[in-house]
């Protein structure tokens, strides 16, 4: 999640005095100096992120937001779906001047196609000049900001070219995050979302484009309660760096009822790793050319894992970058995942896309995989739980049969390749080892443990009367590194 306000203060004395520009010259001054400095740029003046340059140098005129690029940054999401919203603000002197300070707010990388200006008057013959830029990509019917409890939604977007594989969260004020159904048709997706009580809500529009995953539009709605007129206040920021992260990802858990995450050198290597690169490259996405995805760095690193989870966050401070992306239904979910119990922290300072500078977060949240002292034991007492379960008799484990899965597991393990070729010659060789048996036959799974054989069809068949049962952990380029390689030999 991306929320990079920036402020540049321009301080101009000049003798002259006169009235504050309008919104009708400002809007004008802000086209030149696009027209000047980005002449290939087309962009729009959007009445949302107009909005919300009103809002904030309204509440800074009347002293109930602080002359930031936070503050700004506050009243773009109370007002706008847009989903990285860059703030730039300038002090001017005298205020007939603001309509000259529009210039120095936007990035000369030029990265916009969205803007919203306003300018108001304060004390000591000044004016406040506020800017707000997107790039915006997907296009989101209008969503009323204020609604009544019971209230339907629609949500009816339609992405840009390069986003594919749309979801939906909504952030319910009990601070649970859901996913509704959704139809998607071609780049379209519309649903209907209910909101049955009281409280602040965030619908988030997630989409799949080159870099991975990433918000496409998101949208505070307040039902049956008044929007907040000021921005929070800020509190001392007594801890820096990846410690701070640490402690407010600990306080939210245990907000909710979680244990604290176990920081991991293994995983913080792997989060330092790419936001090095994402720093490196000026790229903020989840799949680079460089280091691949989440699941190519826990690979390369040789982690073995059950689940695991990705939050990247671009911002002033690693605080900063960390409270955007816990404003993210589908990050906080991430965050608030049960099954989480080690987390990876990584920092690095470059430019953003935007050219602003700022700092690369990346969270790495991961379930590790817990090797087994007897993994066939496990396997073997999860397939006979099975049996009793169905109302069938208990499989008897033959030592011949045991050795036999032992022995080719480890051949399936060594290939890197769950082989079918292999499972039939293990069934020919079950049959020859003993001549009693009728018929017989083999399945093979890999997976992060015993449970992996969960769903083996013929551990609930009345047909088998035994079973062999080989188990190795073992890495493969195909599976991952650590996983449980199974082989089950049923006969009669």
């Not at 994402?278 to 280091?291: G, Q």
């Not at 484990?397 to 036999?404: Q, V």
């Given at each position: 999640m991306r929320l990079l306000p920036f402020a540049v203060a321009a301080a101009l004395s000049l003798p002259a005095h006169a009235a504050l520009p309008g919104q009708r010259a400002l809007e004008a001054a802000l086209r030149d100096a696009v027209a000047g400095s980005c002449p290939s740029l087309t962009f729009a003046v959007d009445p949302d992120l107009t909005r919300a340059a009103q809002a904030f140098v309204a509440a800074a005129q009347a002293g109930r937001a602080p002359v930031t690029g936070g503050a700004l940054g506050f009243y773009a999401a109370l007002e706008s779906y847009e989903p990285s919203p860059v703030s730039g603000i300038a002090k001017v002197s005298p205020p007939s001047r603001a309509d000259r300070a529009v210039g120095d707010l936007f990035g000369r990388e030029c990265r916009f196609n969205r803007a919203g200006v306003a300018a108001a008057a304060l004390p000591g013959n000044e004016a406040l000049v506020a800017l707000v830029t997107a790039a915006h990509s997907t296009d989101l019917l209008p969503i009323p900001g204020r609604l009544q409890p019971g209230a339907i939604v629609e949500v009816d977007a339609t992405l840009s070219p390069s986003l594919s594989s749309p979801r939906l969260f909504v952030l319910a004020p009990d601070a649970r995050t859901q996913e509704p159904p959704v139809s998607v048709d071609g780049r379209r997706l519309r649903a209907s979302v209910a909101l049955l009580s009281g409280g602040e809500y965030t619908l988030e529009l997630l989409a799949t484009g080159p870099g991975g995953p990433e918000v496409a539009a998101i949208r505070r709605i307040f039902v049956g309660v008044a929007p907040p007129t000021s921005p929070p206040a800020e509190m001392?920021?007594?801890?820096?760096?990846?410690?701070?992260?640490?402690?407010?990802?600990?306080?939210?858990?245990?907000?909710?009822?979680?244990?604290?995450?176990?920081?991991?050198?293994?995983?913080?290597?792997?989060?330092?790793?790419?936001?090095?690169?994402?720093?490196?490259?000026?790229?903020?996405?989840?799949?680079?050319?460089?280091?691949?995805?989440?699941?190519?760095?826990?690979?390369?690193?040789?982690?073995?894992?059950?689940?695991?989870?990705?939050?990247?966050?671009?911002?002033?401070?690693?605080?900063?970058?960390?409270?955007?992306?816990?404003?993210?239904?589908?990050?906080?979910?991430?965050?608030?995942?049960?099954?989480?119990?080690?987390?990876?922290?990584?920092?690095?300072?470059?430019?953003?896309?935007?050219?602003?500078?700022?700092?690369?977060?990346?969270?790495?949240?991961?379930?590790?995989?817990?090797?087994?002292?007897?993994?066939?034991?496990?396997?073997?007492?999860?397939?006979?739980?099975?049996?009793?379960?169905?109302?069938?008799?208990?499989?008897?484990?033959?030592?011949?049969?045991?050795?036999?899965?032992?022995?080719?597991?480890?051949?399936?393990?060594?290939?890197?390749?769950?082989?079918?070729?292999?499972?039939?010659?293990?069934?020919?060789?079950?049959?020859?080892?003993?001549?009693?048996?009728?018929?017989?036959?083999?399945?093979?799974?890999?997976?992060?443990?015993?449970?992996?054989?969960?769903?083996?069809?013929?551990?609930?068949?009345?047909?088998?009367?035994?079973?062999?049962?080989?188990?190795?952990?073992?890495?493969?380029?195909?599976?991952?590194?650590?996983?449980?390689?199974?082989?089950?030999v049923y006969a009669r």
């Open positions: 001392p920021r007594t801890e820096t760096g990846v410690a701070a992260v640490e402690h407010a990802i600990g306080r939210l858990r245990a907000a909710h009822g979680l244990p604290a995450l176990q920081r991991d050198p293994a995983l913080d290597r792997v989060a330092e790793g790419h936001s090095r690169e994402m720093a490196r490259s000026r790229t903020f996405a989840h799949v680079l050319s460089s280091d691949g995805s989440m699941g190519d760095r826990l690979r390369k690193a040789g982690y073995a894992y059950q689940s695991a989870g990705e939050n990247i966050g671009l911002s002033v401070d690693p605080l900063a970058a960390h409270e955007a992306i816990a404003a993210s239904p589908a990050h906080l979910k991430n965050l608030l995942d049960p099954h989480h119990r080690r987390v990876g922290l990584g920092i690095d300072r470059g430019t953003s896309p935007d050219g602003a500078e700022g700092v690369y977060l990346t969270e790495v949240l991961a379930a590790p995989i817990e090797a087994s002292r007897d993994p066939e034991g496990e396997v073997a007492r999860l397939l006979q739980e099975k049996r009793r379960s169905a109302g069938l008799k208990p499989l008897a484990r033959d030592a011949r049969l045991d050795a036999i899965a032992a022995r080719e597991v480890r051949a399936l393990a060594s290939g890197g390749e769950l082989s079918r070729d292999l499972q039939r010659s293990v069934v020919d060789e079950a049959l020859k080892s003993q001549p009693r048996l009728r018929s017989a036959i083999a399945e093979a799974y890999v997976g992060s443990g015993a449970a992996a054989t969960g769903s083996s069809p013929n551990a609930v068949s009345p047909a088998w009367t035994r079973v062999g049962v080989g188990a190795v952990y073992a890495t493969s380029e195909t599976y991952g590194a650590g996983r449980l390689w199974v082989l089950l």
